[in-house]
């Protein structure tokens, strides 16, 4: 049976995943005797079809059975093995510091949001100083004086609506009242607000580094098309002006 509407975590391809693309199955495990509880791991293998993609999706469960190898299908626990974490695949022109904060704090966040929330807070702020070059002792502060640098129009490649998305972060529990703190104060926070963190960091690496880099290639493809034309506009002057021979007819 093809699996519907599986999307691939790594490059976002919505697809039908065909039978030879998968892989879905239980191994029993055999040990102990007949007063032991029984079990089998369960695995979910998945190649992308995207061809640009191909990756490998590898989800596993451990699970109980009876004595007759009949697997109960809720499982006892769930790996998700890879992609490893929630995080998202970024591209390599955002700098490797702030993507190696960020698949950490997406790594830990079930284990320990609280660890998961100081590292994002210390992306958001290594993201500020890389993005806008804006470096103060307090995360607060820097994202007081980049507010104070897009309202008198001194960065304007954002609007708002960036600092509306800091913002808007700042009025949840916990983290708000410790975006008052240094970045390395552990904080406590729960799963859902380590979340809002993580995607704080997604919007930001979207709208700042990947909305530059698109813009920096438009501008650099019109460049080269420009080129040519000028290139082109000259090589038909200097034909006009005799600079080569016609080709010779048949
Ligand atoms: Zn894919």
């Known amino acids: 049976m093809p699996i519907q509407n599986w999307e691939c975590p790594y490059c976002g391809h919505a697809q039908t995943v065909t039978d030879n693309k998968f892989d879905d199955r239980y191994s029993i ?21 995207n061809e640009e993609c191909r990756k490998l999706y ?3 469960t451990l699970n109980s059975r009876n004595s007759r190898d009949e697997v109960r299908e809720d499982p006892i626990v769930t790996w998700q093995l890879l992609p490893n974490g929630i995080a998202k695949p970024q591209p390599s022109y955002i700098p490797q510091v702030l993507i190696s904060d960020y698949n950490e704090a997406c790594l830990i966040i079930n ?10 807070r210390r992306c958001i702020q290594g993201i500020i100083r890389d993005f806008f070059g804006i470096s103060k002792s307090r995360l607060i502060d820097e994202i007081n004086e980049l507010r104070k640098q897009v309202e008198s129009k001194q960065i304007v490649e ?14 949840i529990g916990n983290i708000g009242a410790h975006m008052e703190k240094d970045v390395n104060v552990i904080i406590d926070v ?13 919007t ?15 501008l650099r493809k019109l460049k080269a098309v420009a080129d040519n034309k000028d290139a082109a506009k000259k090589s038909a002057a200097s034909a006009a002006a005799g600079g080569s021979a016609p080709p010779p007819q048949p």
């Open 29 to 49: 495990i055999r040990a102990g005797d007949k007063h032991d509880e029984y079990f089998a791991i369960g695995r979910l293998a998945i190649i992308c079809s």
């Open 58 to 60: 590898l989800h596993l």
């Open 111 to 120: 284990n320990s949001p609280k660890a998961s929330a100081t590292l994002a």
């Open 158 to 171: 954002i609007t708002g609506e960036v600092i509306e998305a800091i913002d808007h972060v700042r009025e």
């Open 190 to 202: 729960e799963i859902d607000e380590a979340q809002i963190l993580i995607e704080l960091i997604e």
């Open 204 to 218: 930001l690496f979207e709208d700042l580094y990947v909305a530059r880099y698109k813009r920096q290639e438009r």
